[in-house]
């Protein structure tokens, strides 16, 4: 089944500790992205991916990583959270930037 | 920049009326996409739109796209309660590999 999973679905943790939220794609995509979804805020762009080693900033990339080693997985990490990264996460793909991508569950991430 | 905006954000419609969601662009984006999430759940593509005057329909949903107008719509007919769920679209200019969503449209179908 053609799937974007990623982990963990949900987070609880505190300030300053180190957090890398998987994700990973089965479908062979080039393109890859992390999103953040506040209320009121619709979807934020965080980093997309063009390729494997290709990676770039989106809207609102301060407090973030990533990086896309394969092409199948792109993590994010957050070096030190921070009470302001608390949202829900989410990562999608697509073969070609010009398709509709596939969004992945989602991660819901509190940060104490 | 690119800037898009959704109105309206909340819409609570009666079953079996028919209603428009729009979603305003600021500039040039000649690729426009509508998403749809049930509460809880993740995003599914609905429609993706790439050149001017294109329309696209699936059941009982409508999306057309005027990139002189800058503006992409929505059209629900005769709504019913599976459609309740959020509407989001999405623009990109170009080959620009960014893209910017608006605030989303919660769509409230009531009996």
């Known amino acids: 089944e053609a799937q974007v999973t990623q982990n963990p679905r949900y987070l609880i943790t505190v300030t300053g500790k180190k957090l890398t939220v998987t994700c990973s794609q089965n479908m062979n995509h080039e393109y890859m992205s992390w999103y953040r979804q506040d209320p009121g805020l619709g979807l934020r762009q965080i980093y997309y991916s063009m390729n494997v080693e290709v990676t770039d900033k989106g809207d609102v990339p301060e407090g973030y990583k990533v990086s896309r080693k394969e092409k199948r997985n792109f993590p994010l990490i957050l070096e030190s959270p921070s009470p302001n990264q608390t949202s829900l996460y989410f990562c999608a793909s697509s073969n070609r930037v010009m398709e509709p991508q596939h969004f992945g569950d989602g991660t819901r991430l509190s940060i104490l | 920049e690119l800037k898009v905006e959704q109105n309206p954000l909340f819409l609570s419609m009666q079953e079996g009326k028919n209603y428009t969601i729009y979603c305003d662009y600021s500039?040039?984006?000649?690729?426009l996409y509508w998403y749809r999430q049930d509460p809880g759940k993740s995003l599914e593509s609905l429609f993706v739109?790439?050149?001017?005057?294109a329309v696209k329909q699936e059941g009982r949903l409508m999306a057309s796209l005027d990139t002189k107008a800058r503006l992409s719509t929505l059209h629900i007919t005769a709504a019913v309660h599976d459609l309740s769920a959020t509407y989001f679209c999405a623009g990109a200019s170009g080959t620009a590999s960014k893209l910017t969503f608006g605030t989303g449209t919660r769509l409230q179908v009531t009996l």
């Open positions: 500039t040039t984006s000649d690729r």
């Open positions: 739109l790439l050149s001017n005057g």
